[in-house]
């Protein structure tokens, strides 16, 4: 009895042992779903944009707003209903106009214009060219209606195209006189009139005056001008600035004090030497047998101007 207790307890031991070795082990469950690692996206933060606005390189255009426009205001873009519209008034779209002859190029529009060109009946190949409806021809250059011709630097005097005449404005004030002065008229940039400095004597350890005026003449920027002397004047002679007794008085012949001639059948043109400008009558001959009589209209120093 004793040893079948023995045996049995040396089965108990042996089983023990070898039953951590023996065991089969519990199946691990195990998923078979793939799992995919999705990189988190970048947030880009977007201005809001108005309903019928438009965004355009990260800036907001409200609905009717001009993108973009060239300098003489013929293309460009517009914010329509939240699109970025384009618009194109250049002629090269639909075509230039037809012209018999010289296509020119007018600042500020979009399209060429149509100049004709006729020949004078004479010898000489010079041709002047007929001006459009209300434009000037004035040194060979055409201005159209409403057009600045010639401004000065201070903006004194201008003139200007106005219904096929040249028109002149002047501010400066040798048309109304120059104001009472007991001292020295000075030229004052960027007006148009002179203004009246009283003579002054500084008394210090040495005494400063000004220097003695003879009657009669006129100082002015320190240079003393006799009675009669011209101070200043155009290359033409036609605008001169004297001294007379003691005043500074202007005299102008150009014709801007007296109106430009009547011209209505030809074109007013600049002559050098003259004051004034002349009108050239436009003659347009159809045949070779009104040469000589058609000439006999055009003086020649007109021409060559």
């Known amino acids: 009895m004793t040893g079948i207790c023995v045996l049995l307890v040396v089965l108990c031991v042996c089983l023990s042992l070898v039953s951590p070795c023996t065991r089969t082990p ?6 078979t779903r793939r799992t995919t690692t ?5 947030t880009i933060t977007t201005p809001p944009v108005p309903r019928g606005a438009c965004l355009v390189d990260g800036k907001i255009y409200d609905e009717g707003a001009t993108i973009s426009r060239d300098s003489e ?12 519209t384009f618009w194109d008034d250049r002629c090269f779209l639909n075509g230039q106009p037809d012209c018999d002859g010289q296509l020119v190029d007018i600042p500020g529009k979009c399209c060429h214009e149509c100049v004709t060109t006729t020949s004078p009946p004479t010898t000489s190949p010079t041709t002047i060219p007929e001006i459009l409806t209300g434009a000037c021809l004035v040194n060979g250059l055409s201005y159209m209606d409403g057009e600045i011709i010639h401004r000065d630097p201070e903006n004194c005097h201008f003139s200007r195209c106005s219904g096929g005449n040249v028109e002149y404005e002047n501010d400066r004030c040798f048309l109304i006189g120059q104001p009472h002065c007991d001292g020295q008229l000075v030229d004052i940039p960027g007006q148009c009139c002179h203004e009246c400095r009283e003579y002054t004597t500084t008394t210090t ?5 000004t220097p003695s005026v003879p009657p009669g003449a006129c100082i002015v920027d320190g240079h003393v001008y006799m009675n009669g002397a011209i101070i200043s004047g155009d290359a033409e002679h036609c ?4 001294c007379v007794n003691g005043w500074l008085a202007y005299r102008d012949d150009r ?3 007296g109106g430009q001639p009547d011209c209505p059948n030809g074109h ?13 009558e436009d003659i347009t001959t159809t045949t070779s047998t009104t ?4 000439s006999s209209h055009l003086q020649p120093s007109a021409i060559v101007g």
């Open 38 to 42: 999705t990189p988190r996206p970048t």
């Open 73 to 84: 205001n013929c293309h460009g873009s517009v914010c329509m209903g939240g699109s970025v």
């Open 205 to 209: 350890s040495t005494t400063t005056s």
């Open 239 to 242: 605008a001169d600035l004297i």
């Open 255 to 257: 014709c801007m004090l």
């Open 268 to 280: 007013l043109v600049d002559i050098p030497g003259q004051c004034c400008h002349e009108c050239i």
């Open 291 to 294: 040469t000589s009589s058609a």
């Open 26 to 31: 519990r199946p691990t469950t195990m998923s």
